[in-house]
DNA sequence: TAGTGGTCTAGACCACCGG
DNA sequence: CGGTGGTCTAGACCACTAT
């Protein structure tokens, strides 16, 4: 048997997060107050406030000033995703990554770009399509709008053979973005490109970012049939 | 101008932000230690310390004992997902819930499901199929596998009408969970079920949940043609 | 208004790791 | 081994809000 003198926040998080696996404390009731825990245990009451703040964080607990903390009555699955560079995505598992501008050029945003980037009238803006590649075969068509007005030194970069998302990533950090999945149905051209066939269902990611209140870019990952987004708890 | 004595965590947060921001520090700059900048900014070097290991958290800098504080060289895109329970979704949205069953009975577990829970020989399970519907259209049809070893008391709830996945959430907390998401084609049943044509491109969750190392339920969330998932940071 | 969580401080010690 | 981030403590005050 040892004996812990100095309790970590992770050691009272863990206890904690035991009585509600075990039913200590069931969703909806209050845990007791920050300071009893603290004398309980013996520790610090700021050590028991960051063991709480890592629970509600994660959706475990909630907590409110004066009202105490509770197990959460409606818990949430909150899943923390890491959108890597797809290059650092195909280099990750092992495969050799290749990049391909399909086209380049500016040209008035259509509408849904429009949308997405909270604009009423129609302005152009630099349109990028680019495949990468992993181990020779289709990966990921992207389809990208980069408004020139915030970024006009893309306009200096070769886009040719590297993506437009290493250097914005690099050299254009966002304050907003927003982020979408969803599922589309292949048409003949996303077939070509991707070598599928048409009606296949791809996983599509679109995100948009701005800084401040200012458009950078937004754009549409099609990824290739097979494609799954992964994260674990 | 207002004169702010005490500085909040936030506040430094948002200090540094800028400076990583406007490129006063870029990408692989290292910045200075933590004492330094409390002294600069005039707060506790534990100020500066929780300051940072939110930027840390939010994929921004990386820190390293001995090593310092730099600016992520390859950011990663770094989003929270909440995955609410499906009725809070849809009486979110301010439309009407309910919920059907499809079909209910123990059963032999595919290969694909004992795969999710990494088991190599075969086991029995309970098999729920249902219809989360959403203002009397269908919304999200889901397959789903119950691990009676691991939660018995299923079997002596009423799934007729309500959702196991109420039931279990409330139930039995889970300290593992895996996350898929994907598209799939309709299959002729999809369709049938969800209302919609064989082909079209369906979004696909799949939540793989353990308790220790006990598997608790592994289920196939199959979302009507449309449906997207959204995330802002 | 009183009780609870949220934060800041100053100081101490520990853990990791680069030089 | 020394320097840096990580954590704990004890105490104080603040901010929100349930009662």
New interface residues.
Partial sequence: MTLQLRLSWKDVRDTIHAW??ESTYG?GDKLPRDEDIAEQLGCARSTVQRAMRNLSDS??VERKRKGGTQVR?????????????TR?EVEAKGSAYSYQRISEGMADIPLGIAARFGLGASVKMLRIEALHISDQRPYIYEDRWINTETVPEILSIDLSSESANEWL???K?F????????????TEYNAKILATTP??????ME?TTW?GTQPITSVKAVTSP????????
């Avoid at 009555?73 to 890491?82: G, K, S």
């Fill in positions: 509600i696996l969703p959706g475990i009555l409606d818990p949430v699955t909150r899943a923390t995703l890491d959108i890597p560079i650092k990533v690099r050299n950090p304050s907003r973005c927003d982020l979408r999945f969803y599922a589309v149905k292949a009606n296949e269902a791809l996983f599509v995100r800084i097979g494609y799954q987004l992964f994260t674990q708890i």
